[in-house]
Nanobody, 116 residues
Framework: QVRLVESGGGLVQPGGSLRLSCAAS????????MNWYRQAPGQERGLVAS????????NYADSVKGRFTISRDNAKNTVFLQMNSLKLEDTAVYYC?????????WGQGTQVTVSS
């Protein structure tokens, strides 16, 4: 079955960096678009970045453009989110998502807290 496991979250000061990972299993990873979402307390979950199956097409939310970089390693079935110049408003639970056969699959999320 599809399984997504995020890691790499933590507490960081404003201006700092974190690298999130999402390890995937249970499907042909290299054939699917992968997505990172985030949800802050009291807010809806929103798309942060997406990357096409071979990495040729990448999209970012306006709020993270120029600071975050999504990438993938199809040999390791892993998608990454490099987050630089972190701001207080980046505090959220970060999730990866894949849509397979019309069904959305989510990981359990990893908490990112930006605080001084």
């Amino acid at each position: 079955q599809v399984r997504l496991v995020e890691s790499g979250g933590g507490l960081v000061q404003p201006g700092g960096s974190l690298r999130l990972s999402c390890a995937a299993s249970g499907f042909t990873f290299s054939s699917y678009v992968m997505n990172w979402y985030r949800q802050a307390p009291g807010q809806e979950r929103g798309l942060v970045a997406s990357i096409s199956s071979l990495g040729a097409r990448i999209n970012y939310a306006d709020s993270v453009k120029g600071r975050f970089t999504i990438s993938r390693d199809n040999a390791k079935n892993t998608v990454f989110l490099q987050m630089n110049s972190l701001k207080l408003e980046d505090t959220a639970v970060y999730y990866c998502k894949v849509v397979k056969g019309g069904v959305e699959y989510w990981g359990q999320g990893t908490q990112v807290t930006v605080s001084s």
